[in-house]
């Protein structure tokens, strides 16, 4: 059954000291696709740096968490195009949202859910040696910013270069070439090709400047299987690059 909601979206476009204002609302829309199952029109106003808008969905599942990633992606397009003319770069963050005519509102902090419940410790103090595990490690650092931006945006694209630092640094590590440093790294951090293969199918159209679509159930697989790699990389690091025994 299809349905149809309207929400105000709010946020603000970074950084602070930079406040952009558009002169006129701008208008847009998109209809169902292989990347979300919704239809939107949408209006977006800035001002000041803060930015408002309003959109009209229609679909048949129709996800808050999914209609905020869309007006997020709708929102980074127009401060590309921005910070292309300005010659800067911008970034976006949605704080907060609201359905008209309901109590139905929501605000958003920079929690990934997936991620959150894998974590139950996530507050416990950080391990001095991982800290240093990581430090003495350039691809470590590589991996770890690269899902940082995973989180944000294109998130295929950088999980799946996150693994591939991740096979650099065994490969220096061991002095071998590329096929020999995959095998090596499924086989000490006892991961499967599918699993990576899966992360691949998102990444690829993306590192040949083509499209691909990604549902927020999508994103969520993606983010938990990169995670999953990535909690073991660390481990093998902290083991003194010693192949996990599970």
């Not at 847009?28 to 106003?45: I, P, T, W």
Request: overall charge negative; charged content about 25%.
């Amino acid at each position: 059954m299809v349905e149809s909601q309207r929400w105000t979206f709010f946020g603000r476009v970074l950084p602070n000291n930079v406040p952009i204002t558009l002169g006129v609302p701008l208008r847009g829309g998109a209809q169902v696709n292989d990347a979300y199952s919704l239809g939107c029109e949408f209006e977006v106003r800035l001002h000041l740096g803060q930015l408002v808008v309003d959109a009209n969905f229609s679909g048949q599942d129709l996800h808050l968490e999914t209609m905020r990633n869309f007006i997020r992606e709708q929102a980074e397009h127009l401060v590309a195009l921005i910070g292309y003319k300005f010659g800067g770069t911008f970034d976006v963050e949605i704080l907060a949202a609201s359905r008209e005519g309901t109590n139905d509102w929501a605000v958003f902090g920079n929690e990934i859910g997936c991620l959150v419940n894998a974590r139950p410790d996530r507050f416990a103090p950080l391990q001095v040696d991982l800290f240093q595990a990581v430090l003495t490690n350039q691809y470590a650092c590589l991996v770890l910013s690269d899902f940082q931006r995973a989180m944000r945006e294109d998130t295929g694209f950088y999980c799946y270069r996150a693994i591939e630092s991740m096979m650099q640094s065994v490969k220096q590590d061991h002095g071998l070439t590329e096929k020999p440093a995959w095998a090596r790294l499924r086989n000490d951090l006892k991961i499967s090709q599918d699993s990576i293969y899966r992360v691949k199918d998102f990444a690829d159209p993306v590192r040949h400047g083509k499209t691909k679509g990604m549902s927020d159930d999508d994103r969520a697989e993606i983010l938990s299987t990169t995670d999953k790699i990535i909690d073991r990389f660390l481990r093998y690091l902290l083991s003194g690059r010693q192949p996990l025994s599970a």
